[in-house]
């Protein structure tokens, strides 16, 4: 693949840990600006070449890095902004409740052992108090010289672990019009419920949902599953996608009159994973619950599942164990063979995957997907029509800094495994790490924007940058 070199561009720094950067044009307005939400709580745009505040729901977002010496996936995590925002004012939250906090759905880590059944078939028990935390889907409306004030309650969902809650995890669909919300298994490691598998929950799935149904329901009771939720606002919800692992949104290709849907698995310890598809089939929620009442298999025609947890990516699931005889050496133990041949024929086959153990001169070795976003603007040529993503951190257990990494892959239809070509930048972060914490990009997708922060700890604060990647 060809070698492409790109230069970074500030324009902002000193900020929060950055989840979201996208661009919209605010009501009256006829400028498409940048806006850049925060884990913490924040959003800004930039306009009039400074950064101004247009909401701040730090005190709504539960407590981070508290009891995780730092590091958590929780906070503000999806901002969208309604295809009729410049009219309408209409945009839509994902975040964790502050006051929510729980004590998670296991007293301890886990990881499946092949040997112990009851290992592979746990079930989450006990979920209105085994829990960790709660997350919400608001629609906040803008009016005229006013702050964004909360209109109503989308989802409030219960979720088992403090980890894979997605990031980037709002987008509206511009083929259907509808907000799409991604969100990963619940957490812990190997999804230890086989939440993302089952249909009736709500963990490990890509949802459409329809806000422009049903909008005088002002609040949504506090579930897990599908079949939780009243009539009412399962019929504003169809299912895209299972399997998924954790995601950091998805992203839409225009291609003549369809597009292109980009979505990526982080892994678990092996391999990172992007996935594309034209065509699909969304089932809606009420078919599913009616299916699970009937005791019948819903029709998967058309539906897209990403295998997990049976699969990794192009790997079988494994659990990686050192060799006895030889420290230096892993073994990799396939983890859940049944669920590995069982979801073989169903799940889609990735784009592209990238290892993290990667020994290639060209190549490096993955920590976790933060972003993909397609490019069709001109002026980085090498890229336009390319899909580039980003990685954390490059060679997960090198000595700090730490570095992200910049990529990019091709688009293609055969169903055939693609390479993929890194990035280079001639950046100079200095002594500090540099994590490539979020990917966005305008709404013509001709712009790049990267966010990056010098530490993992949330509660490290102001230690953002946000560049414009450019040629």
Not at 140 to 155: E, F, G, V
Not at 204 to 217: A, F, L, Q, W
Request: glycine share 8%; charged share 20%.
């Amino acid at each position: 693949m060809q070698n492409v070199k790109v230069h970074l561009r500030p324009l902002v720094i000193n900020i929060n840990l950055p989840t979201v950067l996208k661009t919209a044009i605010l009501p009256g307005d006829s400028i498409e600006r940048l806006f850049i939400a925060t884990q913490i709580g924040e959003i800004f745009y930039i306009g009039n070449g400074v950064i101004e505040t247009f909401l701040d729901i730090r005190s709504r977002i539960l407590a981070l890095g508290v009891s995780t010496g730092g590091y958590d996936e929780r906070g503000l995590l999806g901002l969208a902004f309604h295809p009729e925002f410049n009219k309408n004012g209409l945009l839509y939250l994902h975040y964790s409740v502050a006051g929510t906090q729980g004590p998670s759905a296991l007293s301890s880590s886990f990881q499946p052992n092949p040997c112990d059944l009851s290992t592979l078939n746990l079930k989450w028990t006990n979920r209105e108090v085994q829990y960790n935390h709660i997350d919400t889907v608001e629609e906040w409306i803008l009016q005229s010289n006013a702050q964004p004030q909360k209109s109503r309650t989308l989802l409030n969902i219960r979720r088992p672990f403090l980890n894979h809650n997605g990031v980037n995890s709002l987008n509206f669909s511009p083929e259907t019009g509808k907000l799409v919300l991604t969100t990963g298994d619940g957490g812990s490691g190997y999804d230890p419920f086989n939440l993302s598998q089952d249909d009736m929950e709500i963990a490990g799935k890509i949802i459409e949902i329809d806000v422009d149904k049903n909008t005088s329901i002002a609040n949504s009771p506090v579930v897990t599953r599908f079949d939780e939720l009243p009539t009412s606002i399962q019929e504003t919800l169809t299912v895209i996608t299972k399997g998924v692992r954790n995601i950091p949104g998805i992203s839409f290709q225009r291609l003549n009159n369809q597009y292109i849907k980009y979505v990526g698995n982080v892994g678990q310890d092996l391999v990172e994973s992007i996935f594309s598809f034209l065509l699909y089939k969304p089932i809606p929620v009420t078919e599913l619950v009616q299916a699970s009442l009937m005791k019948s298999e819903p029709n998967l025609d058309g539906f897209i599942n990403l295998g997990w947890r049976g699969w990794e990516g192009d790997l079988p699931t494994s659990i990686m164990r050192s060799c006895p005889t030889n420290s230096s050496l892993d073994t990799k133990t396939i983890a859940y063979y049944d669920e590995a041949v069982k979801t073989s024929v169903q799940r889609l086959y990735p784009l592209t995957c990238y290892y993290h153990n990667d020994s290639r001169t060209d190549k490096f070795g993955a920590t976790a997907l933060t972003g993909i976003q397609p490019y069709m603007g001109n002026e980085i040529s090498d890229l336009t029509g390319k899909v580039v993503f980003t990685d954390l951190a490059k060679d997960e257990e090198s000595p700090p800094p730490n570095r992200g990494v910049l990529a990019y892959t091709n688009v293609r239809s055969d169903c055939k495994l693609n390479d993929f070509s890194v990035i280079e930048t001639d950046y100079d972060f200095g002594a500090q790490s540099a994590y490539y914490v979020s990917l966005g990009t305008n709404m013509d997708q001709t712009r790049l924007y990267l966010g990056v922060y010098t530490s993992m700890n949330v509660s490290n604060f102001n230690q953002g940058t946000i560049f414009e990647i450019i040629s």
